[in-house]
């Protein structure tokens, strides 16, 4: 077995900075979302992409790879939003096994009450503290990362497979 080629001392300093980053980030969105609608932020995620989505709708296997989440994890958060009244779940006429996630009324009211506080958090964690140079350039790395990362042969261990 070969061995590893270790991270330099430069490269160990960005990839500890990208966790302390991310980690503090995902959890000042969390406690924001919390704090402002008793949801966490992968939940607020999930209403963002019903909204956006035709009809207010989507296959919960397209919303699970939309999500990069597994299919349980989506179960799991879809039994959560129903309970709140903010999304409910259809039986696919075209497809028996399938269901659809359909954002209701009140979770789109939710979603457009929450909204304007998520932006702003957003915007204060991180765009305002980026010049527009270094925000095209983590916008242009992070494409870069996610395109590497996201696997394109027949029978990849993808999350919303599982």
């Not at 129903?82 to 939710?110: I, S």
């Not at 991180?126 to 527009?132: G, K, Q, S």
């Not at 916008?139 to 394109?152: H, R």
Request: with cysteine.
């Amino acid at each position: 077995m070969n061995e590893p080629v270790w991270l330099t001392a430069e490269e160990q300093r960005v990839w500890r900075a990208y966790l302390h980053a991310t980690t503090l980030l995902e959890d000042h969105l969390d406690r924001q979302l919390q704090r402002d609608a008793g949801m966490p932020h992968v939940y607020y995620g999930l209403l963002v992409m019903l909204a956006e989505a035709p009809g207010r709708r989507l296959r919960m296997t397209e919303l699970a790879m939309q999500a990069k989440i597994t299919r349980s994890r989506l179960s799991h958060a879809v039994s959560r939003l129903e309970k709140n009244g903010w999304v409910r779940r259809e039986e696919c006429p075209a497809d028996k096994r399938g269901q659809f996630a359909v954002l209701t009324d009140e979770g789109y009211e939710v979603l457009r009450r929450t909204a304007p506080g998520h932006v702003t958090a957003v915007r204060q964690a991180l765009f305002e503290r980026l010049t527009p140079e270094q925000q095209k350039s983590l916008g242009e790395i992070m494409e870069i990362v996610a395109e590497g990362l996201q696997p394109t042969e027949a029978g990849a261990d993808l999350p919303w497979l599982r």
